[in-house]
């Protein structure tokens, strides 16, 4: 590529670069260049009088001014080697056309970082988080998918060596675990696996919604294939340090999304329930919390100390309260812009993967990937990571979607506000 950096042609090169057309929309490219721009001004005032405020709004538009960067230099190097297409010599025409090919390929790749660098980051993105898994529809048959499902995640995060807490795993009461689900399942009530590393909650996000299953249960004596469903929720946790909460979100804070006043929250003591020997029946450790205001009720038993148990509720029920009013928040924005999110936005009624076991395949719906090999996406396997990660890419995928929408709204209300103005 070096010597053909150097074209012979110079006026000819400039003009052959008016021919290389955008690969991504120019609402987005203008955005783009519109917050380079800002960055730069920031650097230059940085090199002379050093301020924090102006030094972390410069990091932070400093991820799309190098995208920016690397994506036009791509852009100038197919002008380049499309004007060496023309050249006389066969030998460098040569040249250029092989270079072309992997040049091309490397400047759409780096149109999509462009593009998911200029969507906002979500506002939970960096923190810890919760993976809520309860049975949706199918009976019992769905009480021991939702096992399978929790303990998939379990073993993922002890194959990808985060770190995680079971914070909270019940079963179905006096059920008959001998017969029905697969080996080794329980029917399941509820479980919540808490993971603790920094960015989990981005890393995890693409996981909510409802996980179909397709298989024989063990009971089935026709060879029937019946089908059930597990919900899985993805909820913001806490760090360790209160300090490192992004975006001020503290749980102390009376503006924070996550505070909860106390005074608002029914307390309940109760005897624990299920399997435990002497201990179960005979103190009230079990903890029951209800936020009076919403409704929402958590209740926790796991630990033998009821100072543990209220830890836990407490945590669970500040995630759960602050996911409700991003929800609702994300509800009115949506209402209030119209953008195509208005008619893809993922719900928790959503069907967004199915487990066949008969066919030996997990279907992402969203992206539309299949893959084989079951038995390594439910023992959280590399499998499992193609999967999670093509769900996370059309997560991006449909925030530039919401993106271009919003910046296009923008510029016609703008265009509209200059006609008026006009006349």
């Not at 399941?188 to 603790?196: K, M, S, Y």
């Not at 500040?318 to 893809?344: F, W």
């Not at 719900?347 to 299949?370: A, V």
Request: proline share 4%; glycine share 6%.
């Amino acid at each position: 590529m070096k010597a053909l950096s150097q074209p012979r042609n110079r006026q000819f090169l400039r003009l052959a670069s008016t021919d290389v057309h955008p690969n991504l929309p120019l609402v987005l490219l203008r955005r783009a260049r519109n917050i380079a721009e800002e960055h730069d001004k920031l650097s230059s005032t940085l090199a002379n009088d050093f301020d924090s405020k102006t030094a972390k709004r410069a990091g932070e538009l400093s991820l799309v001014a190098t995208a920016l960067k690397d994506w036009e230099a791509a852009r100038s190097s197919i002008a380049e080697l499309n004007a060496l297409l023309q050249s006389q010599d066969a030998e460098l025409r040569q040249l250029a056309k092989d270079e072309l090919s992997a040049t091309k390929a490397k400047f759409d790749s780096l149109a999509e970082a462009l593009s998911a660098s200029l969507t906002p980051r979500d506002p939970f993105a960096d923190m810890p988080c919760m993976v809520e898994v309860r049975p949706g529809p199918g009976g019992m048959e769905g009480r021991y998918f939702a096992d399978a499902v929790f303990r998939m995640y379990k073993q993922y995060c002890s194959r990808k060596g985060m770190r995680a807490n079971v914070l909270k795993y019940e079963t179905v009461e006096g059920a008959d675990t001998s017969t029905g689900g697969g080996a080794n399942e329980s029917p399941l009530q509820e479980a919540v696996l808490e993971i603790l590393d920094t960015g989990a909650y981005d890393h995890f996000r693409g996981e909510a919604g409802m996980h179909r299953v397709q298989r024989v249960p063990s009971t089935e004596t026709s060879g029937r294939t019946h089908t059930s469903a597990v919900a899985v929720w993805v909820l913001p946790s806490f760090p360790e340090d209160e300090s490192q909460m992004p975006n001020e979100q503290g749980f102390n804070d009376p503006n924070s999304i996550f505070y909860v006043d106390p005074r608002e929250v029914k307390e309940e003591k109760m005897r624990a329930s299920g399997a435990g020997g002497q201990h179960v029946n005979k103190t009230e450790s079990a903890i029951r919390l209800t936020h009076e205001p919403t409704g929402i009720t958590v209740s926790m038993q796991d630990s033998r100390s009821q100072h543990r148990n209220r830890q836990s509720a407490w945590t669970l029920l500040r995630s759960r309260i602050g996911q409700r009013r991003r929800e609702e928040r994300e509800e009115e924005a949506l209402a209030l812009r119209n953008s195509v999110l208005s008619k893809d936005k993922i719900t928790r009624g959503n069907k967004i993967r199915t487990y066949n076991y008969s066919q030996d395949r997990c279907t992402e719906h969203r992206s539309g990937l299949d893959v084989h090999n079951l038995p390594d996406v439910l023992e959280g396997g590399e499998t499992l990571d193609k999967i999670m990660e093509s769900a996370r890419d059309w997560l991006v995928k449909h925030d530039v979607e919401a993106l271009i929408a919003e910046e296009e709204a923008d510029a016609a209300a703008a265009e509209g506000k200059g006609k008026k103005a006009r006349k």
